[in-house]
Every structure is written in C-alpha cells, then in structure tokens.
C-alpha cells in the first residue's frame, strides 16, 4: 500500500460524458502527478500540482483539466469523452515535487469509455 | 531527457539472477537513474536510483559505469513475484519538476 488513494476504482460510462476522477496523496506530500496508461500510449505524464499550483504540464488534453485542493487532493476532469480515453488513470504523489523526488503511485482508476 | 533504451521482454527462473540493462547514451551530467517496477493494473512502484558506480537496497542493485551512457539493474535470486514491466527512466538533476517518462519497460517474466 503506497499511501495515495484513488477513487473511484472502475469508472464505466458513454461518449461525450464527463467525468471526475479524485486523489489522495500520502500524508505529508505536497505534490501531486496524474499519469494515463492506455494500451497503444504506455503511460504518460499529464500534469503536476505543487501545493495547489500547476507545476508542469505533459501531454494532457485540452478537455481534461486537474487541480489540487488546500487540503492536497487532486481531481482531475475529463469531459467530451472518446473511445479513446479508455485507459487507466494513475494518481502519484511526492514530499516536495523536485527531481529525485520518489514518486509513490495509487491503484489507479480504470476508466472505460463505451 | 535522455531516451531509454531497455529490452522489450526477459525470461528468468525462480532463484536466478536477473540482469536488465539500459542504454541512455545522452544522459546529462545531471541526470539520474531511476528504476520501476509495475505489476498488471498496479501503479509503478520506485526500486532504485543512482547517479554513479553502484547502489543496493534490500531489493535491488544499481550498477552503472564511467560513462554513465548504460546502467544495470541486478535483481538476485529472483521468485514467480518479480514477473513486472521494470522501467528505466532518466531524472534531470536539476529541476523543480519531478515528472517522469516511462518508456516502453522490460516485461519480465520469472518462470517456476
């Protein structure tokens, strides 16, 4: 058990829906990633949040957003959903957001789009 | 970032040693080694990290030469548990963002 938490488990719904996906960090960490594994994709960085504040963006979609909360948790919303959103959404998180920092992953959230 | 380039799949036995190199020939001075592994529908968990000759923890060895342009990850007597895709990834030293590309891994199956 890695300390974050990520609901809900399984997440089963239609194009064009919206949806929000939530986070937990470790206690203590202030930083908070989101990562998407799909099956042709491998897993890919999507953005970082620093204690509230956007730190990094990868390669997220314009109709996904994230932010992270005073309490630390982090959500992240994707709307107009695709066939090809289907994937598995990994929250991670970290003391203090730099390199080197280990990241600690969550079970991740398996997000199906029919 | 420095590109990885590991093998795509290996085969072990319980109780062997299991060497799974990586090849990152533009590391910077800066950068990092860091090694994952992930199990199937898990998130990737940290085993090591090292920037120069050699680390060990109670999981894993990190070998890595001179030139940095390879690194080594020794798993010692391995058991049908370690079956994962290990990652090797290239850190900068030096930002204030600690996001990670994984690349493709090595899927390692362990085999009774």
């Known amino acids: 058990d890695s300390g974050v938490t990520q609901t809900p488990k399984h997440l089963i719904t239609a194009t064009g829906q919206r949806v929000t996906l939530r986070c937990s960090p470790r206690?203590?960490?202030?930083?908070v990633y989101w990562y998407q594994q799909s099956l042709d994709q491998g897993l890919q960085f999507l953005i970082q949040y620093y204690n509230g504040e956007e730190r990094a963006k990868g390669n997220i979609l314009e109709r996904f957003s994230a932010q992270q909360f005073p309490d630390l948790h982090s959500e992240l919303n994707l709307s107009s959903l695709e066939l090809g959103d289907s994937a598995l959404y990994f929250c991670?998180?970290?003391?203090?957001?730099?390199?080197?920092?280990?990241?600690?992953f969550g079970p991740g959230t398996r997000l199906t789009v029919l | 970032l420095a590109k990885t380039t590991q093998p795509i799949s290996m085969d072990s036995y319980e109780g062997q040693e299991v060497n799974i190199t990586c090849s990152h020939n533009n590391i910077a001075t800066n950068d990092y080694i860091t090694w994952y592994q992930q199990f199937p529908s898990q998130g990737p968990r940290f085993i090591i990290q090292?920037?120069?000759t050699k680390v060990t923890n109670e999981v894993a060895s990190l070998f890595i030469p001179a030139d940095r342009k390879s690194s080594t990850l020794s798993l010692p007597r391995v058991s049908l548990s370690d079956t994962a895709v290990y990652y090797c990834?290239?850190?900068?030293?030096?930002?204030?963002?600690?996001?990670?590309?994984f690349g493709q891994g090595t899927t390692l199956q362990v085999k009774p």
């Open positions: 206690s203590g960490d202030l930083s």
């Open positions: 090292g920037y120069k």
């Open positions: 990834l290239v850190v900068p030293g030096s930002s204030n963002t600690g996001k990670l590309i």
């Open positions: 991670a998180s970290s003391a203090d957001g730099g390199t080197g920092d280990t990241q600690y």
